[in-house]
Structure formats: structure tokens, C-alpha cells
């Protein structure tokens, strides 16, 4: 029993070293982005905005920049620098197509910037991310599992505490 315990937790450890391109390309396009919106203000034939100004190109390339860096971090560590340097790049960039697609889908679903769309808000990065990496690295379905739990974990998680200190003003 504790040596399943201990397999679950090292899984965990390592899920999250692994999709932290991701994560971090997430937070970065964030916390760096504003600017020009990836749509360029353009609307869809429904009449609404193909993504919305929350998808911007600095947050899109910084935020691929700070997953590839991360990533090559890894690959330093791990001993191959350019397998590092390709996970980071498709973790980073994968993650933020699939946050695009996801602002895409709420628009045709008439959600507005910032409501929630529960599910959509946590995934559709990891979706992109996994999509993208899956070019390069066959994961195990088990980490894959793995990785939606912790990440829907860690997004509800963050977003709560984000909105306790006052940096967002919705708790999702």
C-alpha cells in the first residue's frame, strides 16, 4: 500500500515537471500579453469575433518563448537539449493554439470573454499541448489521465487563490 502511495505521488511530481512548459506558456501569454488579438479584431459569418482580444500575439509568442525556454531547461538537465527544447516549444506553443481554440469555441457558443465555460477553461490548453507534443513523445494513457486530473486540480486551485488576493475578479 505505501509503495502505491509513493508511485502515485512520484507520477504526480512528474506529471507536473512534465506539462510545466505548458503551465508556465499559459501564465506567461497572461500575465505578458495585450497588444494586437491573434484575430486582428476580425469577426466570424455568426457575426462575433473569431477569438477575442484575450488571445494576443506578444502573449502567444512570449508565452511559446517561456515554455521552449523551460523546456530546454529540462533537456539540460535530462542530458538531450534538443528533445527539451522541441517538448518545451510544442508544450508551450500546443497549450496556447489550444487556449485559442477554446476562446474560438466559446465565442460560436456565445460565451463572453472572461464567463466561464467549465471544463473548456481548464483543458483546452492541455488538449493543444498534449496534441501538439504527441508529434514528438507517445505518452502512456494513465499519464495522460493523470495529467487532466492534476491540471483541473491546479487550475480551480489557482484561479480560487488569485481571486482571494485580489489578481482576478471571478474565482474561476
Known amino acids: 500500500m505505501n509503495t502505491d502511495i509513493t508511485n502515485v505521488l512520484n507520477m504526480s511530481l512528474y506529471v507536473i515537471y512534465f506539462m510545466m512548459p505548458a503551465y ?9 500579453g495585450g497588444g494586437k488579438p491573434v484575430d486582428f479584431g ?39 537539449l534538443l528533445e527539451g527544447l522541441l517538448i518545451g516549444l510544442f508544450l508551450g506553443g500546443g497549450a496556447l493554439i489550444g487556449d485559442a481554440c477554446g476562446s474560438f469555441i466559446k465565442r460560436r457558443l456565445k460565451i463572453q470573454r472572461g464567463r466561464p465555460a467549465p471544463g473548456l477553461d481548464q483543458l483546452d490548453f492541455v488538449i493543444g499541448a498534449l496534441l501538439f507534443a504527441s508529434i514528438i513523445i507517445v505518452l502512456p494513457l494513465e499519464m495522460i489521465l493523470l ?14 487563490i488569485a481571486y482571494l488576493i485580489g489578481i482576478k475578479e471571478v474565482w474561476y
Do not use: K, P
Open 24 to 32: 508556465l506558456a499559459n501564465v506567461s501569454a497572461l500575465s505578458f
Open 42 to 80: 476580425r469577426y466570424f459569418i455568426d457575426g462575433r469575433r473569431i477569438i477575442g482580444d484575450g488571445v494576443t500575439w506578444r502573449g502567444l509568442i512570449i508565452g511559446t518563448i517561456i515554455g521552449t525556454f523551460f523546456g530546454s531547461i529540462q533537456g539540460i538537465i535530462s542530458g538531450n
Open 147 to 160: 495529467i487532466v486530473i492534476i491540471t483541473m486540480i491546479l487550475h480551480v486551485s489557482a484561479n480560487i
